[in-house]
């Protein structure tokens, strides 16, 4: 089945630092892929998605773009803000179901 | 606002008791998912429905979790005799079937489950 491997967490970054929140995957086919943000006390946020090779993912200055050759989704900001401390997700895709799996996430803290 | 929307926002109840916890998807969704999340981890598949079919269940759902979804629109997941392992947060998410691509995923903002 497919399967995500997420950068674990905390990291720490002043504000203004640039962000790369690393997701290799594997999978047969072309699954697509997400971001999903959780912020303190609430569920979870569609960050960004893209859908197939060479796609990019693009929302509230994330970006992510679909790596075939690398079967990367790497998450990145060019200057993170204290509101973008969060939990990030890159789930895998369950087949037929739609499925979503999770893992632990990467939890981020910007600090002024 | 015409995102997920679940009620209560927070229950605490006694070791014992059952709770009820409603979930109502995005109006024309026709996928339904509930989720468990407890505190530091991702959270956990536990079902899903298209329409009103429960197509599949995890091995977490123990015989004292059951969820419906009686008209197909919005769903219920109650927990007979809880136990201090339920507490955490349930989350429910809602999606749009069709085509070939994965359609995403939109949660609602849970509810905090706390078993004393």
């Known amino acids: 089945g497919n399967s995500v491997t997420q950068m674990e967490g905390p990291v720490t970054l002043s504000e203004e630092a640039f962000l790369t929140i690393n997701c290799t995957y594997t999978?047969?086919?072309?699954?697509?892929l997400f971001w999903y943000v959780q912020y303190p006390g609430e569920g979870l946020q569609l960050l960004l998605k893209a859908t197939k090779a060479d796609d990019k993912g693009s929302n509230k200055g994330f970006e992510a773009t679909y790596r075939k050759e690398t079967t990367s989704f790497h998450l990145e900001k060019g200057s993170v803000q204290v509101s973008d401390s969060a939990v990030y997700f890159c789930?895998?895709?369950?087949?037929?179901?739609?499925?979503?799996?999770f893992g632990t996430g990467t939890r981020l803290q910007v600090t002024l | 606002d015409t995102g997920v929307s679940q009620d209560p926002r927070h229950k605490i109840t006694k070791r014992g008791q059952n709770v009820t916890f409603r979930c109502d998807p995005i109006s024309e969704h026709n996928r339904l998912y509930w989720y468990r999340q407890t505190l530091g981890q991702g959270p956990e598949f536990l079902t899903y429905?298209?329409?009103?079919?429960?197509?599949?269940k995890s091995r977490l759902l123990s015989d004292r979790f059951s969820a419906e979804r009686p008209k197909g629109s919005f769903s219920t997941l109650e927990i007979q005799r809880t136990e201090q392992g339920d507490s955490a947060m349930y989350l429910c998410?809602?999606?749009?079937?069709?085509?070939?691509?994965?359609?995403?995923?939109?949660f609602g903002n849970g509810t905090r489950l706390t078993v004393t």
């Open positions: 789930p895998s895709e369950g087949g037929t179901a739609s499925k979503l799996t």
């Open positions: 998410a809602s999606s749009l079937t069709g085509g070939v691509v994965v359609s995403p995923l939109h």
């Open positions: 999978a047969t086919g072309y699954p697509s």
């Open positions: 429905f298209q329409n009103e079919a429960q197509l599949e």
